[in-house]
């Protein structure tokens, strides 16, 4: 399937030069992890889904040895997925 170009790539890179956090939010199935993750493979990022029980309990127990583990700049996506109960 041919990747389709969404009008918000520019706009992310450009608040993602500024802001060392940058959050896309939006309706369900429109591309957006899609987007990040076509993004993220230009600009060499690690990416992390909450969606995988390990990861997100990793994020939730142990911050610090998660950002050691998964080196920044990265892509977490389904962040949602990892509140605080």
């Known amino acids: 399937?041919?990747?389709i170009r969404r009008e918000l790539e520019r706009k992310f890179m450009?608040?993602?030069s500024v802001?060392?956090?940058v959050m896309v939010t939006g309706a369900r199935?429109?591309?957006k992890s899609t987007m990040l993750?076509?993004?993220?493979?230009?600009?060499?990022?690690?990416i992390v889904s909450m969606d995988h029980a390990r990861e997100?309990?990793?994020a939730?127990?142990?911050p610090k040895l998660f950002f050691q583990i998964y080196k920044p700049?990265?892509?977490i996506d389904e962040v949602q997925k990892a509140k605080k109960c």
């Open 60 to 62: 939730k127990s142990d």
């Open 37 to 46: 993750k076509k993004l993220a493979e230009k600009e060499n990022r690690t």
């Open 29 to 31: 199935q429109v591309g």
């Open 56 to 58: 997100r309990e990793l």
């Open 14 to 16: 450009s608040m993602n």
């Open 19 to 21: 802001f060392k956090a």
């Open 73 to 75: 700049p990265i892509l």
């Open 1 to 3: 399937m041919e990747y």
